[in-house]
Structures are given as structure tokens and as C-alpha cells.
């Protein structure tokens, strides 16, 4: 039997996996997770924070300029980095660049008493992506409302739309819990109260709503709201593994605030050596055929131990 969780009992996470990996992953040095890249897994590390969003930015520009008429394609984005968004209509502007042909995914939405929010609510991610890069780009420029999928409730229509239009590249960040969207660890009950669920299992799962692991609470109540946890909706809408294993590549971008140093260095080392398990959700894409990780190194940090 796998060892109870340290932050959330009724929960499998992270703090579940065996003592040998979590201390695997505490000795790696900057240059360690530089040298985890193999083939299907690259590692980037990135000097400075200009050239780390720029680069983030650039992956919406090349996917947006390999939509054709006859190939229409675009990308999958987070909330969570979120500085790269005004740099990518500053691009579209710069360039000129029609996204008449682009696709765009929002990765997930709050859901609040059953139904996913609307875009009058404060923390919403559709809201987000709206405010801080849509909205600034120039209309003659601009991509069609109705190639912006944003993940509902009734996630039919948006699952079906990876089947209709090339998803070129899916970005995302990860989460204190391990996720990517808000691909959290289950709950610690019937058929899974011994052991979290097979990856083959986990990996069958599509856009749905999730309810949140604690650590998930906590986070965006400190990235977002000033620590004021009690405006956080306890349930998502999100993008599964069976949508993200039908984009291209996945590029996870880690600046260093919305996990810390021990779990960036976690889920590189178990992707790096074929590790997943599904109490640390991002280390299933150690079977993703193509995956890149990038660092702003100046986020990377230590695992030393240092009182305050």
C-alpha cells in the first residue's frame, strides 16, 4: 500500500511516490535538468525573462502561420504563465499576421454551481485570455469567434474540435500539485483508495469536470487572489489527456512562481526516465511523443535547506 498523503489525505498527490525519487529529484542542479532532454523530451533554459516570454510568445506565431485555408491550425494556451498573452497580439500587430485560418483552445474554466463562469467573473480564464490578448489585437487582424474553443461544461463541441483542426502545439504551466491544465491527482477512494489509477487508465480520461485538489485551492488563491481562498470555485472544467495526446507537441514553460524548485525538478526527472504515475499528473506525458520543458533559469532555484 502507497503511503498517505502529507497535504491531503483523502487524496493521492505528489508526497505519495517512493522517498527514492523525491530525493532524486532534490540533488539535481540546473545543469542536471539541462542534460534530462532525450529524444520525445527536450529541456531549454533560458537566461532572462524577456527572452523566456518572447519565446513562449513565438510558439502562437508559429502556429498561427502554418494555418492554411485548406489546414486550418492553432494552439492550446494556458492561464498560468499569462506574461506572454500582450506579447503575442503585439506580434500579430507587428506582423500583420491575418489569423483568419488560426485556431485557438483555452485550456479550462472555473465552474461554478454546475455551469461553467461567464466572462463578468474575475477569475475566469476566457476572460483572461480576452482581456490580455484578443482584445489587443487589431479586427482586420483578428482570429473568428468562432475559432476560439473554450472548454465548457458540455465538453462535446470542444473535444470534437481536435478532430476537425490541427492543434499544432499545446502549451501549458504546472501546478504546485503537478498538473497541466487542471489535470489534478484523484481522490483517494473506491477501486483507487490503494493505488492511484494505472496511466493507461488516467490517460483515457477527456475534458471534464474535475474537482480540485487542496494544494490547486491554495495555489490560485495565492497567484491570483492575494491568498483569499474562499473566492476560489472548488470545481474546474478541463482539458483531458485524450485532447492533449492529439497535439502535436506540449510545451510546459516554468518561470519559477507557480511551482517550486523541488517539483520542476520532479516532473523533469520522471519524464526524463520514463516515470509516470498518475499522482503526479504531468509525468504521464513522459509518453508523449513530443514534449519540450523551458526554464527561466533565474526560477529554477535550489533545494538547500535555508531558515528564515
Partial sequence: MRSMSRVAPRWWDYTTLDREILDDA???TAD???????KGFQVKIYDSR???????????IDAWKQATDNSPAGICGPIGPTEQLPLVARLVNGMDLSLRNSHFWGMDEWVVDGKEVGM???LGFAKADMDLCFNKIRPELAIPAENLHFPAVDATEYSNSYDEYRCVLMQGGQGEVKH????DPPKRSGEYTDAPPPPEEFRKLGTRVVDLHPMTLMQNARTSGGGTVQNVPHQAVTVGPVETWKAETVSIWHPGHHDNPFGMRLTTL???K???????PMSLLADHPNVRFSFLRSGIGACDVEMH
Avoid: C, H, Q, T
Fill in 26 to 28: 532534490a540533488k539535481l
Fill in 32 to 38: 542536471d535538468l539541462a542534460g534530462l532532454s532525450r
Fill in 50 to 60: 524577456e527572452e523566456f516570454f518572447l519565446a513562449e510568445a513565438l510558439e502562437y
Fill in 120 to 122: 463578468d467573473f474575475p
Fill in 180 to 183: 497541466w491544465a487542471f489535470n
Fill in 270 to 272: 520522471m519524464i526524463s
Fill in 274 to 280: 520514463r516515470i509516470p504515475d498518475s499522482s503526479v
